[in-house]
């Protein structure tokens, strides 16, 4: 059987977790998270907090992608750690949902920021913009189709202009005297329970921002020197995020003041950055934003179509997926079965119209992979003390406990304040149960 080969180096793959990371949350999430908070610096704080937290799962996930990389990731090495059922669940998780829905979305909030800057024909529910959306799914993944060479060239381009754009906006409202000090006093004081709550509440917000930067493990067989390169790219492109979030939220607050976030979500068609760049520049200001956002939601759907795509590839490749899956393209080495039969998927979702509510749905239930992946960490130290280990996660075993401990109480929290949306999250990884049982006992080799 054909195999992928190695061709990413340490730069290319800091540049793929970066851009599958930033997309449209950034620059929306800030009015929920305002309406749940009333404050500004609560706010920022928040990105701070989910970052550092994101980290904290970064650093602990790049010990077990450096000791066992490979194309899939978590489900790779799951099957080392839980067993193959709980890598199937995690994969069938991700084919089923997770992953495409988040390609949906991605697809879509593009279509409607292209729609903004260049109105589409009105067509009854959406359909335009569904199409286009459909479109993006194609073209992206042929891209992906012809070589990862060139889909990583096309993100690391976007990746440039994106971080650019970012860096531009940052210091065009730090020297704007629209910005006011004043903008940064609290609307409303909470404590106790309230603030946990309400700060809990808003973190679904800005993780959802961070959502993907364990996507890099996807391709851990296609990395140079994986050992070595995976652990830095995942740091790196981590933090990278990290800074742009944090700057770009200190410059929202700066720029309007807390109580205008709150009032937009009654607005759910308006986008805070976008207001923010209206502040600031009129309606040239207002078109720069939606550009940037383009270019954000261009590079994440990309990227996603190129990671994810490795998971149905490994899980096929184990007889744990459609036998097809598994083809690799004799010219241009991309598991080609695999990325169509992900892109078929993700358009399928996006004529649903459910993407929205599924992605919403399982925000909460991907962190039960993600602390598996933590506490996998503690487990294989103690199960296997003697194998070679290039990364060690730093501050161990306090970092991936940290970690395990916040994505618990998340799980947790979720049940009691959102019960049926966990269930039904629940149930949509459940579903794969009578899929597993009917595959082959055991993986090939």
Not at 35 to 49: D, N
Not at 66 to 84: A, D, M, T, V, W
């Amino acid at each position: 059987m054909s195999k992928l080969q190695p061709k990413i180096g340490l730069h290319s793959a800091t540049f793929l977790v970066v851009s599958v990371i930033i997309g449209s949350g950034v620059f929306k999430k800030i009015a929920p998270m305002a309406a749940e908070l009333g404050s500004p610096l609560l706010v920022v704080g928040c990105w701070v907090i989910a970052g550092l937290i994101s980290l904290a799962g970064a650093l602990s996930t790049a010990e077990l992608v450096s000791l066992y990389p490979n194309s899939g990731g978590e489900y790779h090495y799951f099957q080392k750690i839980y067993g193959r059922f709980f890598a199937f669940l995690y994969g069938w998780s991700s084919f089923a949902v997770i992953k495409t829905a988040a390609i949906s979305a991605l697809a879509y909030i593009f279509a409607q920021s292209f729609n903004s800057l260049i109105p589409l024909p009105e067509l009854a529910d959406n359909l335009s913009i569904k199409l286009l959306a459909s479109a993006l799914i194609i073209v992206l993944t042929y891209i992906n189709y012809r070589g990862i060479k060139e889909a990583e060239l096309f993100s690391r381009l976007l990746t440039y202009a994106m971080l650019i754009g970012i860096a531009g906006l940052v210091i065009w409202g730090v020297l704007s005297p629209v910005g006011k000090i004043e903008h940064f006093q609290a609307q409303k004081e909470l404590d106790g329970w309230v603030l946990i709550k309400a700060l809990m509440v808003a973190s679904l917000g800005a993780f959802w921002g961070y959502e993907g930067w364990n996507n890099i493990g996807f391709i851990g067989e296609e990395i140079e020197q994986p050992k070595r390169n995976l652990p830095i790219a995942l740091t790196l492109g981590t933090l990278i995020v990290i800074l742009s979030y944090v700057a770009l939220n200190l410059v929202f607050v700066y720029v309007l003041p807390i109580d205008f976030f709150i009032s937009l979500t009654n607005s759910p068609n308006k986008i805070a950055a976008v207001e923010v760049a209206n502040a600031l520049g009129g309606s040239a200001g207002m078109i720069l934003v939606a550009l940037l956002i383009l270019m954000t939601t261009l590079n994440a759907t990309n990227s996603t179509i190129l990671m994810s795509a490795r998971i149905l590839y490994a899980m096929a490749r184990d007889r744990m997926f459609f036998k097809a899956a598994a083809s690799v393209h004799p010219s241009y080495e991309t598991p080609d079965m695999a990325l169509i039969i992900q892109g078929v998927w993700a358009i399928a979702l996006v004529f649903s119209g459910s993407f929205d509510q599924l992605t919403d749905m399982l925000v909460f239930a991907s962190f039960l992979f993600y602390g598996s992946s933590a506490l996998g960490v503690i487990i294989m130290r103690y199960r296997e003390p003697d194998l070679p280990r290039v990364y060690r996660v730093w501050g161990y075993p306090i970092i991936p406990l940290i970690f395990v401990f916040f994505c618990a109480a998340l799980f947790i929290l979720t049940l009691f304040n959102q019960p049926r949306e966990a269930c039904f999250g629940l149930g949509l990884i459940a579903s794969g149960i009578p899929v597993y049982l009917f595959l082959p006992k055991k993986s090939s080799d």
